[in-house]
């Protein structure tokens, strides 16, 4: 069986909010790259927000999506993350129209020191985790109703 090719980009210490990357990432998990760069883009010219559904609390509701925000910070810097994902993924010779986020994960960093009058403050750091693959079509031979066979082609994550 043929291994999979994946195409991966990773950001660690980012100076973004923990909470705020992994609502977009359970967002953006699972969609098509030029969709995701799409909603993105949207955030960060506050067109569109991103749902919040585990930290949520004190979130004002945003139309068709319930409670949501807008954390340009936090999108600017993982849109990055995505766009060097993508020229990963033309180094390997990947298809970019078939390309799909399948792992993407915000994890906390090491909580550094602030100087001066905040010193009792720690910084926020968090490590981004981007991980794009193909989607590959599957060719299935199904029965129509006079028995014979037809080829479909059906599209598997």
């Known amino acids: 069986m043929k291994e999979e090719i994946n195409a991966r980009a990773t950001g660690t210490g980012l100076a ?5 990357s992994i609502e977009i990432c359970n967002h953006l998990r699972g969609k098509k790259v030029s969709e995701a760069k799409k909603i993105l883009e949207n955030v960060i010219v506050m067109k569109s927000a991103i749902p919040y559904k585990r930290f949520n609390g004190d979130t004002g509701h945003k139309k068709n ?4 925000r807008y954390p340009q910070k936090a999108c600017k810097e993982i849109l990055k993350i ?3 994902a993508e020229k990963n993924a033309d180094i390997k010779e990947m298809n970019n129209k078939l390309l799909f986020i399948s792992e993407m ?15 009792g403050r720690q910084t926020k750091n968090t490590h981004i985790d981007i991980v794009l693959s193909e ?3 599957k060719k299935v031979v199904k029965k129509n109703d006079a028995g014979k066979e037809v080829l479909k082609e059906e599209k598997k994550k």
């Open 105 to 119: 994960m915000a994890n906390q960093g090491s909580r550094g020191a602030r100087y001066g009058r905040h010193h």
């Open 135 to 137: 989607n590959k079509e």
């Open 82 to 84: 995505l766009k060097s």
């Open 16 to 20: 973004i909010s923990t909470k705020s």
């Open 65 to 68: 999506i319930g409670p949501g």
